[in-house]
């Protein structure tokens, strides 16, 4: 069987123009900006305009466009498109065949949506990956967007604070360069016995949404941050070792880690768990607050354009969310 190196041809992203602070918030929750700060590094968020144009997948199309340039593409070079998102534009078609449409692609090409939360991205990377080295494909869109401000309850101080808008996006394909770029080695899981730490049972087939739902404003996310926060750290460094482990490497060959933006003291205690250094560490969380699927994209093109990642580095992706998913990337970029 085929075994083609794998690499991140380009990479976008787009957030919504509208800015909302945490000062904003102290006018719709009884918060503070010091608290939200402090407790999870977060000082702003993006929300989309629900007056159209920025539902997930018209932000895909934009940052896909911009990934195309960089990848020296077109729409219809990609064989197949893996979405990963809680906060679909519609339950059905999925968005994957409403970003193909969108972005004019007529091959016909396979397009998927993953829900798997936080993770959804490394899960569609990581899947990705597999069907490229086989040679099943040879260009996939891997997309993580989402709009999280529609599925939070603004009167909940517990959960609104924490979440954004935004997406990001990467073309992963096979390396026909002949450079060094690679996928090392990843991993893809789940627990689903943590199911009840973040959830939103209402609204699915079990439990559609009625008028009492709608009066009781019960039909939202929620969160058991603590239990979260717990299981965060904990899986984010096992995937780390992990992959580590499985590519036969250590912590001091990572240039970069790019781990799921939910909160930065989950960050920082995973980096001390690890034993990181904290400059090697990809935040920005303070601008855009989680984003679900959408944070791992958004912060590794945020550091690409800064000039922090760079061509030949070795980078380590690593995800959690609910379900409860989580999964982790070791590649060469
Ligand atoms: O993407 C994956 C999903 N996300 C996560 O995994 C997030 C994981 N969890 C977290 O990030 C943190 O647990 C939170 C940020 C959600 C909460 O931080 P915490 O340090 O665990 O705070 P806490 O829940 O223990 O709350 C401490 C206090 C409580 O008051 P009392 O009981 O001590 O009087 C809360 O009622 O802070 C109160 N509180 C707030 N105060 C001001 C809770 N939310 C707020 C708020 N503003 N927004």
Same mark, same amino acid.
């Given at each position: 069987?085929?075994?083609?190196?794998?690499?991140?041809?380009?990479? &976008?992203?787009?957030?919504?123009?509208?800015?909302?602070?945490?000062?904003?918030?102290?006018?719709?929750?009884?918060?503070?900006?010091?608290?939200?700060?402090?407790?999870? &590094?977060?000082?702003?968020?993006?929300?989309?305009?629900?007056?159209? *144009?920025?539902?997930?997948?018209?932000?895909?199309?934009?940052?896909?466009?911009?990934?195309?340039?960089?990848?020296?593409?077109?729409?219809?070079?990609?064989?197949?498109?893996?979405?990963?998102?809680?906060?679909?534009?519609?339950?059905?078609?999925?968005?994957?065949?409403?970003?193909?449409?969108? +972005?004019?692609?007529?091959?016909?090409?396979?397009?998927?949506?993953?829900?798997?939360?936080?993770? *959804?991205?490394?899960?569609?990377?990581?899947?990705?990956?597999?069907?490229?080295?086989? &040679?099943?494909?040879?260009?996939?869109?891997?997309?993580?967007?989402?709009?999280?401000?529609?599925?939070?309850?603004?009167?909940?101080?517990?959960?609104?604070?924490? /979440?954004?808008?935004?997406? *990001?996006?990467?073309?992963? !394909?096979?390396?026909?360069?002949?450079?060094?770029?690679?996928?090392?080695?990843?991993?893809?899981?789940?627990?689903?016995?943590?199911?009840?730490? /973040?959830?939103?049972?209402?609204? *699915? #087939?079990?439990?559609?949404?009625?008028?009492?739902?709608?009066?009781?404003?019960?039909? /939202?996310?929620?969160?058991? !941050?603590?239990?979260?926060?717990?299981?965060? %750290?904990?899986?984010?460094?096992?995937?780390?070792?992990?992959? +580590?482990?499985?590519?036969?490497?250590?912590?001091?060959?990572?240039?970069?880690?790019?781990?799921?933006?939910?909160?930065?003291?989950?960050?920082?205690?995973? !980096?001390?768990? $690890? !034993?990181?250094? =904290?400059?090697?560490?990809?935040?920005?969380?303070?601008?855009?607050?989680?984003?679900?699927?959408? %944070?791992? =994209?958004?912060?590794?093109?945020?550091?690409?354009?800064?000039?922090?990642?760079?061509?030949?580095?070795?980078?380590?992706?690593? #995800? /959690?969310?609910?379900?409860?998913?989580?999964?982790?990337? $070791?590649?060469?970029?």
């Amino acid at each position: 069987m085929a075994n083609y190196k794998v690499k991140i041809k380009g990479t &976008g992203m787009y957030v919504p123009e509208k800015v909302l602070s945490n000062f904003d918030l102290e006018k719709l929750v009884d918060t503070s900006d010091q608290w939200i700060y402090e407790r999870t &590094g977060i000082k702003n968020r993006r929300i989309c305009s629900t007056e159209g *144009g920025e539902w997930p997948t018209d932000m895909a199309l934009k940052a896909t466009l911009d990934a195309l340039k960089t990848a020296k593409l077109e729409p219809n070079d990609i064989d197949m498109i893996l979405f990963g998102s809680v906060t679909p534009d519609y339950k059905l078609p999925n968005s994957a065949t409403v970003l193909q449409t969108k +972005l004019g692609i007529t091959n016909n090409c396979a397009a998927l949506d993953i829900a798997a939360a936080c993770s *959804g991205f490394v899960y569609g990377l990581n899947m990705a990956q597999s069907m490229i080295k086989t &040679g099943m494909v040879k260009n996939v869109l891997v997309v993580g967007s989402e709009m999280l401000s529609r599925e939070v309850n603004w009167e909940d101080r517990n959960t609104c604070i924490l /979440f954004g808008d935004g997406c *990001g996006v990467a073309i992963v !394909g096979r390396n026909e360069d002949n450079d060094e770029s690679d996928v090392i080695s990843c991993y893809l899981g789940a627990d689903g016995t943590g199911k009840e730490f /973040f959830d939103q049972p209402v609204g *699915g #087939a079990v439990e559609p949404i009625t008028t009492d739902h709608l009066e009781k404003k019960n039909y /939202f996310m929620q969160m058991k !941050g603590k239990e979260m926060f717990k299981v965060a %750290t904990r899986t984010l460094a096992q995937n780390a070792k992990r992959v +580590l482990e499985d590519a036969g490497m250590d912590l001091s060959q990572v240039d970069w880690l790019v781990p799921h933006q939910a909160n930065v003291r989950i960050i920082e205690t995973t !980096g001390k768990l $690890l !034993g990181i250094e =904290p400059e090697k560490v990809i935040v920005n969380i303070d601008k855009y607050a989680n984003t679900s699927a959408a %944070t791992i =994209p958004m912060a590794f093109h945020e550091a690409i354009q800064e000039g922090k990642i760079k061509r030949g580095d070795i980078v380590l992706f690593d #995800a /959690f969310g609910a379900g409860l998913t989580t999964g982790a990337t $070791l590649f060469r970029y």
